[in-house]
């Protein structure tokens, strides 16, 4: 696999420890990175996890129209609070048993259910954040939310029977869609990075016109 250094691991290692043995809690790791996971979701550039970002957003506007709309006009990304979510599988946000809930949810079914859960809960909160109209406030709410589950059925309700249909092929189409673009944006990014370094790290050789203009054997 392609795995970089990524603190997001170090919550799923500590689930499983907490489950499981040493060696069962090794395999649970390889499981979920290796099999369950896009390739490239935990690799230096994480960039599985942004494609998965952008379906995310993709989904909330299909699945919750006027949300994602009134989020869009309070220019709110919900990557900025959702990212952390899918790179830990909810470990750092959901009370304890409703993380355990979903990680049932997660290794019976794999990767869909975080789409299913994330739309669940902004579901649940989305009448109370359309009432809102100060970004400040939309945005607390956005970020306590998922830790304000007290309800694992009602969030059950929320994610599958209130989202259904939620074919897969519609998140491996927009996948494919969206890595495409974010290969082409890191690609630019990177050619100006380099083009950029390479004139940072320019020095004038003896026979440049600079340095003959300001020889220090001329009086200048």
């Known amino acids: 696999p392609v795995v970089g ?10 689930i499983a420890l907490l489950l499981l043995g040493e060696e069962d809690a090794f395999w649970c790791l390889v499981l979920i990175i290796d099999f369950l996971m896009p390739k490239e979701y935990y690799s230096s550039h994480l960039m599985a996890s942004q494609v998965d970002q952008r379906v995310l ?4 506007a299909v699945k919750c129209p006027r949300l994602a709309a009134h989020l869009d006009n309070h220019q709110i990304d919900v990557g900025l609070i959702t990212f952390n979510w899918f790179l830990t599988v909810f470990v750092d946000n959901v009370p304890f048993e409703t993380v355990l809930y979903i ?3 997660f290794l019976y079914e794999g990767c869909k259910v975080l789409f299913r859960f994330a739309l669940g809960i902004f579901k649940l909160h989305e009448e ?3 009432q809102m109209s100060n970004t400040g406030q939309i945005f607390s709410e956005m970020r306590e939310m998922a ?5 694992n059925r009602v969030l059950c309700q929320s994610a599958f029977a209130g989202l259904n249909p939620f074919p897969m092929r519609t998140i491996n189409r927009q996948r494919q869609i969206h890595t495409a673009a974010v290969k082409e944006e890191m690609a630019a990014m990177e050619n100006y990075r380099t083009e950029h370094q390479t004139a940072a790290d320019y020095e004038p050789q003896k026979n440049d016109p600079i340095c003959i203009v300001f020889s220090d054997d001329e009086d200048i």
């Open 5 to 14: 250094y990524c603190q997001g691991i170090n919550r799923l290692a500590a």
């Open 57 to 60: 957003k993709d989904l909330l």
């Open 147 to 151: 830790n304000n589950i007290l309800d």
């Open 103 to 105: 990680w049932d949810c």
């Open 128 to 130: 109370k954040m359309l």
